[in-house]
């Protein structure tokens, strides 16, 4: 077979990813979607924040009247863990451009108790509909080009079991935010990569709602190290992103009183500035 | 009786006040409480979005073993008007430094029917229990002295029954955000004021909420008019604020496809950083 024909046989398509399946739910009756949680998108054993957003994302695509994601605001409660979950989803107030659902997920504890996860609120509406009026006046971030970007594969050895959604991802780091992995952070609070998923699958609004979770902490770059447990997110798309590489930029601000503030930005390949979120997370001093 | 003792015997103190007299709740049951909305803090006949944030943080004070909110979420349904109202609460976990809540304002139509306004979620903590580790990177704006910045009341007469709320408040505005009052829009997506309460209570997290919100539209400054409706705000409040007027910036930076994005920060007299929200807004173009 030509070299050309078996690369577009094996690339990964929207609709048709390792993204896709994974963040897949069934509907079970109208509103509530069942779903087993993969162990493909953890970091050190607990379900990415972003990857859970992209599930309860979908499962409200279905119950809503309007399939795209314009903002999605989240509290996360307790750690996802991979295995059994349910999505209750509720329409809040539905609307001629827009419509407002909330979502919850549960697990369930040993006595198979539903234990709630993360609830959010999200309005939806229909990117295509949106005029083409484009006055942003943010300016794309400044990055290396990809080639000079660094992944967790051209490092040292990957910490043992430490992250599963690392090989799901295409993460290539600004090296200018990479000294925490060589025991030099910055001391400033930024992280900067260009992304794509492993497989090749473009990204889609769901996808934004990963993007925005999924590099690593600003607080590693602060010198500060172990887990930075996210309490809230709020992720606003604004654009479907063209075909191609992302290119995400995180930015902390606001280090104070035990919790961090992470402002992350999207860009497509078209210079747009497809997605924007705040997430609000708690640090571990001294 | 001497000046200074009738001055202050009149100055508003944090739970005596117009503010709080204006946001307080009464609770009818567990979790539901009821409350007439004040025509007073009114924009345009809607009563002003930061508002509706702190009738519905006092609700959840009240209902959560928390008393400051850290980071609030709000989606809003529909155009909330004076009169009577309800808002109903529920406690989504409770924790031994955090709780989250989740409340809805209704209204009534004609048949007397519950029509939501606004649903929330909310993490609650206390803020007074928060290290003293402070490592914000962020510089308060530039700003001229309260001295030398502007409010509704220096400028030609005020639109006739627009803004009920610019009683309630003292908004000195920088020049520099003044232009779409003169017919001059800068072109530049920002708004920066001088914020206090007109009957000279101090804030506290609560005020923080309405702080957030209370300026006029940076849509103004990019040569818009006409009304700019939140579809969704976040608020973080992360410090309680030190006595004294608060600065308050606001920047838009993603104005495209009919909607913007403002970031707002709220400064307070000791310099930190205390309030930092992003709301999701419609714009009317063309």
Not at 143 to 164: H, K, L, R, T
Not at 168 to 187: F, H, I, Y
Not at 195 to 206: K, M, Q, S, T, V
Not at 236 to 254: F, K, Q, Y
Request: charged share 20%; with cysteine.
């Amino acid at each position: 077979m030509p070299e050309a024909a078996s690369a577009a046989a094996t690339r990964a398509t929207i609709g048709d990813s390792e993204f896709d399946r994974d963040t897949a739910v069934t509907r079970r009756e109208p509103g509530v979607y069942a779903i087993d949680l993969s162990a493909g998108w953890t970091i050190f054993g607990a379900v990415n924040g972003g990857f859970l957003l992209a599930v309860l994302g979908r499962a409200l695509a279905d119950a809503l009247p309007h399939s795209d994601p314009f903002t999605v605001s989240a509290h996360y409660l307790t750690a996802s863990r991979p295995g059994p979950a349910v999505v209750r989803t509720e329409a809040v107030r539905t609307g001629r451009t827009l419509s407002t659902g909330q979502a919850s997920l549960f697990q369930y504890d040993e006595e198979g108790n539903e234990v709630e996860r993360i609830r959010v609120l999200a309005s939806y509406g229909d990117l295509d509909a949106l005029p083409d009026d484009v006055r942003t006046s943010a300016e794309p971030p400044a990055m290396p080009p990809v080639e000079q970007c660094f992944g967790a594969e051209d490092g040292p050895s990957p910490v043992s079991g430490g992250s599963a959604i690392a090989e799901r991802l295409l993460l290539k780091l600004d090296p200018a935010t990479l000294g925490w992995a060589l025991g030099q952070p910055s001391g400033k609070g930024e992280m900067r990569a260009w992304f794509g998923l492993a497989d090749g699958r473009d990204a889609d609004p769901l996808a934004l709602l990963l993007a925005v979770d999924a590099l690593p902490p600003t607080a590693f770059e602060l010198g500060m190290k172990g887990w930075v447990p996210t309490i809230e997110l709020t992720a606003h798309v604004r654009c479907r992103p063209a075909p191609g590489p992302l290119r995400v930029s995180v930015t902390t601000r606001n280090l104070a009183g035990g919790f961090l503030e992470e402002d992350a930005e999207v860009w497509d390949s078209a210079g747009r500035l497809v997605a924007q979120s705040r997430q609000l997370a708690r640090v571990q001093l001294g």
